[in-house]
């Protein structure tokens, strides 16, 4: 035999083997994937007890809750509240970090607006900020879904 031809045999049968080991591996990512996607719709849109008890670590961004938002914070955190009050948590922790930004000024308003165009970009740029600047200390307090709101807001409010 020619050494193309084994080279392609064994090419045929790498792919051969590789094909029926990766199709079921796919459809098992996938339904990973979709039930994943239907936890999250049912879970809606609520804040977690360790995101509220993190959020709360944070001085600057407790400095600009109310004193409502921060009892809803603080309801979370312990695990005694219902699901509108999480829902009404992650609300008043968006509007915080909001706050938090208007109050950096209007070089970061600026910067954080033209950031928001995308989700990856302004994830980049708040991860982009300094180690100590309040407004990244908050959004890595927040989790991944609070994280999505706060993009959102600003993307739909600038």
């Given amino acids: 035999m020619k050494r193309n031809t084994l080279r392609v ?14 199709a079921p591996a796919a459809s098992a990512v996938e339904h990973h994937r979709t039930g994943g996607i239907v936890a999250a719709a049912e879970a809606g849109s609520e804040l977690g007890a360790a995101e509220a008890r993190t959020l709360l670590t944070v001085p600057e961004f407790r400095a600009e809750l109310a004193p409502e938002a921060e009892a809803a914070l603080h309801a979370v955190a312990d695990g005694s509240a219902t699901q509108e009050e999480r829902i009404a948590a992650r609300a008043s922790a968006v509007g915080t970090f909001w706050n938090l930004l208007k109050k950096a000024g209007p070089s970061v308003v600026k910067a954080a607006k033209k950031a928001a165009g995308k989700y990856a970009t302004f994830r980049n740029w708040v991860n982009g900020l300094s180690w100590y600047n309040p407004i990244k200390l908050a959004w890595q307090a927040a989790g991944a879904e609070t994280q999505y709101q706060i993009w959102k807001y600003v993307h739909d409010h600038i």
């Fill in 9 to 22: 045999s064994a090419a045929t049968a790498m792919a051969a083997v590789a094909f029926g080991v990766a």
